[in-house]
Nanobody, 121 residues
Framework: QGKFVESGGGLVEPGGSLRLSCTAS????????IGWFRQAPGKDLEGISC????????YYRESVAGRFSISRDNSKNSVLLEMTNLKPEDTGTYYC??????????????WGQGTQVTVSL
């Protein structure tokens, strides 16, 4: 059974930066696209950024494009999400999961426990 472990969240002021990391186990990591998904308070789970299995394509939600950067290291079964110029609306719990297509949380698998990001003064 596959799983992810996320880390790197925290409390940061608007305009600040964070680096989220997740490490996978229990499945053939290098054969799957991986995504970062967010559950904001009172909102539905949404796809933030996803990356193809061989690192040749990435997707960003419009609200984070230009501020967030996703990367992966298949030798370490890990995916990073570099977040800059953070805004209060970026607040939420961030999860890694296997992306089954379109960076849609409905089709994602192997959810981790999430890491909390809070952007506030």
């Amino acid at each position: 059974q596959g799983k992810f472990v996320e880390s790197g969240g925290g409390l940061v002021e608007p305009g600040g930066s964070l680096r989220l990391s997740c490490t996978a186990s229990g499945f053939a990591f290098d054969q799957y696209a991986i995504g970062w998904f967010r559950q904001a308070p009172g909102k539905d789970l949404e796809g933030i950024s996803c990356i193809s299995s061989v690192n040749d394509y990435s997707y960003y939600r419009e609200s984070v494009a230009g501020r967030f950067s996703i990367s992966r290291d298949n030798s370490k079964n890990s995916v990073l999400l570099e977040m800059t110029n953070l805004k209060p609306e970026d607040t939420g719990t961030y999860y890694c999961a296997v992306d089954e297509g379109a960076c849609d949380p409905d089709g994602a698998e192997y959810w981790g426990q999430g890491t909390q990001v809070t952007v506030s003064l």
